[in-house]
């Protein structure tokens, strides 16, 4: 099997995040795809970013990450929002996600 980083813009530190998701090599990231993968990586504690995001789609489909532009852009970002809303902060109130998103208190100190 072949490490993540055999593919194109994922170095080590995108593939440590990748590793505590579960995800160990480049064919059972392509074997999920992008957004199952980014879906694990919220829900092992990723923090939600989109360029992470869509450079995953890039690197899986072989284009370079800064492709992504225009109404292609604009639909991932679609994607990116309904996976983030469905693997991150679930467990947490609006108000409670809103704090730890912007940063004002770590969660654990609203509960």
């Not at 505590?20 to 092992?44: F, N, V």
């Not at 992504?68 to 409670?96: H, N, P």
Request: aromatic share 8%; charged share 25%.
């Amino acid at each position: 099997m072949a490490s993540v980083t055999t593919i194109k813009n994922i170095g080590p530190a995108f593939e440590q995040s990748l590793t505590r998701a579960g995800i160990t090599s480049a064919e059972q990231l392509r074997e999920l795809g992008a957004d199952a993968a980014y879906g694990k990586l919220l829900e092992t504690g990723s923090k939600p970013h989109f360029i992470g995001y869509y450079v995953l789609v890039m690197a899986l489909q072989g284009r370079p990450w800064n492709d992504c532009k225009g109404q292609e852009k604009k639909d991932l970002r679609k994607r990116f929002d309904a996976i983030k809303s469905q693997s991150y902060d679930t467990d947490r109130s609006e108000f409670e996600s809103i704090l730890n998103q912007i940063g004002v208190v770590p969660v654990e100190n609203v509960k």
